[in-house]
Nanobody
Framework: QVQLVESGGGLVQAGGSLRLSCAASGRHFSSYVMGWFRQAPGKGREFVAAINGKGDSTDYADSMKGRFTISRDNAKNTVYLQMNSLKAEDTAVYYC????????????????WGQGTQVTVSS
């Protein structure tokens, strides 16, 4: 069983930055692919970024490439999402997710989910 707790959300002006963190409990954190998803009001859950267990392979949604960076610290059981050049359309609840195995996927078929952290970008 893995429990995920996100933090770092908040209110920021357009063009600003935020760093989200996701702390995982449980064992064998490095054996999980970690992903970030988001859900804006009235919309479905959207893939943001993912990283493999070793941290040497990542994937991003096209609209996030060059602005967002996913990373992980396996010694701290934590995954991060650095978000720069934020736009009003980035406003959403951001979720951290964990998936057993080595394959990065953009689909929402992850095994464990956090409760989410709100990110609001004012224009």
């Amino acid at each position: 069983q893995v429990q995920l707790v996100e933090s770092g959300g908040g209110l920021v002006q357009a063009g600003g930055s935020l760093r989200l963190s996701c702390a995982a409990s449980g064992r064998h954190f490095s054996s999980y692919v970690m992903g970030w998803f988001r859900q804006a009001p009235g919309k479905g859950r959207e893939f943001v970024a993912a990283i493999n267990g070793k941290g040497d392979s990542t994937d991003y949604a096209d609209s996030m490439k060059g602005r967002f960076t996913i990373s992980r610290d396996n010694a701290k059981n934590t995954v991060y999402l650095q978000m720069n050049s934020l736009k009003a359309e980035d406003t959403a609840v951001y979720y951290c997710a964990a998936r057993r195995g080595r394959t990065i996927t953009t689909k929402a078929d992850y095994d464990y989910w956090g409760q989410g952290t709100q990110v609001t970008v004012s224009s």
